[in-house]
């Protein structure tokens, strides 16, 4: 993607998760699903995404953004 940059990853066991941002701002989080290798774009946040951090157990992971949001999502359905 041109003109975009990756200013947060996570990584663990089956799954890989970066904030891409065009031109500084992004309101989405890429997960890629290391076992299948689909990705997804996952939407919810309405400012930057800041943070990230998975479950132990992998059925889930959290990000946060400047907008105040704290986000559960399911890595099973990738739905919040």
Excluded: P
Aim: hydrophobic fraction near 35%; charged fraction near 25%; proline fraction near 0%.
């Amino acid at each position: 993607i041109a003109n975009s940059y990756i200013t947060c990853k996570s990584f663990v066991g089956s799954f890989y998760l970066n904030f891409m941002y065009d031109k500084g701002e992004s309101k989405f989080a890429y997960i890629l699903d290391l076992n299948t290798f689909k990705d997804y774009k996952l939407e919810g946040h309405t400012e930057r995404i800041r943070t990230s951090i998975f479950s132990n157990d992998e059925k889930y992971f959290i990000t946060g953004g400047t907008d105040n949001l704290v986000i559960l999502w399911d890595t099973k359905t990738m739905q919040k």
